[in-house]
């Protein structure tokens, strides 16, 4: 796709550095790659931060988080972009970059869960290829309340670059 330019963002591997905030203040790697290997160990079980960094901007827009699981072959995704660079395929973007990464490297499963309230998540899921399998009522006690939780998954076999 011609929207997928130099330009755009990249997702970067890194762990967070704490003496690189955004003004949100959260610490994020800074990276000057497409996906690569940064200092981290993405490939050993547990969390694994990306950093999403627009290139023209030259600034972290971002963060997709990765827990591999013990067997390595599975993971568990998570992500966020910051609110004044929603709605415009970033996220997207960046975690198709991620997930075509997982899948190279041999995993066969990829899961996410999001707050049924979140239809910007949802939708975002099933854009890059994921399908709904599930739904947990009152599964998240969040701020004060009990929230539905809907599963996600893609399989190998179902990725499409
Ligand atoms: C979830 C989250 C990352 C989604 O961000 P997003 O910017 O909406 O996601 P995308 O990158 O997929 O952008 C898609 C939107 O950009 C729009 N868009 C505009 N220009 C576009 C372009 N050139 N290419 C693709 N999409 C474009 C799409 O129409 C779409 O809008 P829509 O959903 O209203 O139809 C963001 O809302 C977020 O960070 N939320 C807080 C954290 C969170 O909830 N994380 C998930 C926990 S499970």
């Not at 079980?45 to 988080?65: M, N, S, T």
């Amino acid at each position: 796709m011609t929207r997928r330019t130099d330009d755009r963002t990249r997702a970067g591997k890194g762990r967070p550095r704490t003496d690189d905030r955004t003004p949100a203040g959260k610490g994020r790697p800074r990276t000057d790659n497409r996906t690569r290997a940064g200092k981290g160990r993405p490939r050993l079980p547990g969390w694994f931060q990306y950093a999403v960094k627009h290139r023209a901007e030259r600034c972290l827009i971002g963060d997709v988080g990765v827990r591999l699981h013990d067997n390595k072959m599975q993971a568990d995704l998570g992500f966020t972009l910051a609110a004044e660079w929603q709605g415009r395929g970033y996220a997207s973007e960046a975690v198709r970059t991620v997930l075509d990464d997982l899948f190279r490297r041999g995993l066969r499963r990829v899961s996410a869960e999001c707050d049924a309230r979140n239809e910007r998540s949802a939708r975002l899921l099933e854009r890059v290829g994921f399908r709904r399998e599930g739904y947990r009522p009152a599964n998240t006690w969040l701020k004060g309340e009990w929230t539905d939780d809907i599963l996600f998954g893609l399989l190998a076999s179902q990725w499409r670059t």
